[in-house]
């Protein structure tokens, strides 16, 4: 497993490299001037003339080359250090870290209401297989799936914020605030996951050893989960690993919808600000926390089924 995963860390190196660049060049090539926006902050409603802007280009660091900012963003990414914000004036990698935390309390909460609820329908549906309970199981999945997430945010708001209130529009003050976008996160993945899940028990069901285990007497509840969940789960594995790596990196539209202060929210309000040392440190960040999490799901094959060897799990 420590070769595997020394290979999986040097991999990762010009793929962040080859990121970090595609950041720079995209937002070099962004409209708008960010030493404009911040001389027309600092002078106070008067006119802007060329010597604030070239003053305000040189305090933010735009007056050097491209290759030397790139070189200099790199080497103070690599110690921690992700530069200053353009609108706040403080250092990005603090903003994460403040913004992390929340993103990662929704993120978990998400994804512990999609295990808890697509485990149990995607095994019933697959259980049932043809019979009226399958038949209207998949068709709440079907409805789930092709729900926007947006959209679901806005009914729960409008049903249970409004109508019934049971629980606060937004901003984060407690359990009850953290209902509403989890539940609105987890619709998606809750039909993606169950219906996954139920074809791949209909595909294991076929195989030999659930038949001998059927034929040595054991109640087909103890057959699907002690021996067709587990092998089952393996390709679900890896549709879980996409939904956390969105799910860290934070749903932009989501948050900001619930004034959810994470990492979702931050990316707006950098973009609409044009704060781009904030959206080059947000991007990198997602980078970083894709990587991790496929990094887990492929040593999670593993654990799952022994017959799997980390060399080939990526590519399955």
């Known amino acids: 497993m420590g070769p595997y995963v020394g290979r999986r860390l040097l991999a990762a190196i010009p793929t962040l490299l080859a990121l970090s660049l595609l950041i720079f060049v995209l937002v070099s090539l962004a409209p708008g001037d960010p030493a404009e926006q911040l001389a027309r902050r600092e002078a106070f409603g008067r006119d802007v003339t060329e010597e604030d802007i070239a003053r305000s280009r040189a305090v933010l660091g735009l007056d050097r080359p491209f290759v030397t900012q790139f070189v200099s ?35 978990a909460a998400a994804l512990l209401l999609t295990l808890v609820c697509a485990v149990p329908i995607g095994v019933a549906a697959g259980m049932l297989h043809r019979h009226p309970v ?37 901003g984060r003050s407690g359990l009850k605030s953290l209902v509403l976008p989890a539940v609105s996160l987890a619709v998606v993945p809750i039909a993606r996951v169950s219906r996954l899940l139920r074809s791949s028990l209909l595909e294991v069901f076929t195989e030999d ?23 089952a789960s393996v390709p679900v594995l890896t549709v879980i690993g996409g939904i956390l790596g969105n799910l860290l990196e934070g749903v932009v539209i989501t948050e900001v919808i619930f004034a959810w202060p994470g990492i979702g929210r931050l990316t707006y309000d950098a973009i609409s600000q044009r704060d781009y040392p904030m959206v080059q440190g947000v991007v990198l960040f997602a980078g970083v926390s894709f990587f991790l999490v496929n990094l887990l799901v492929d040593l999670s094959y593993r ?14």
């Open 303 to 316: 654990m799952v089924d022994p017959r799997i060897r980390l060399g080939s799990a990526a590519s399955r």
């Open 134 to 170: 399958d038949h209207v199981l998949r068709l709440l999945a079907l409805v789930g799936a092709s729900i926007p997430g947006f959209f679901a945010a806005y009914l729960l708001i409008i049903a249970f914020a409004t109508k019934l209130g049971m629980f606060p529009v937004a």
């Open 73 to 107: 963003w790199v080497g103070g990414a690599v110690t921690g250090d992700l530069g200053q914000s353009f609108v706040t004036q403080e250092k990005v990698a603090d903003e994460l870290r403040r913004k992390v935390p929340p993103t990662i309390e929704l993120a």
């Open 209 to 231: 050893y659930m038949r001998t285990a059927r034929a040595k007497g054991l109640s087909s509840l103890h057959v699907v989960v002690y021996h067709g969940l587990r092998n």
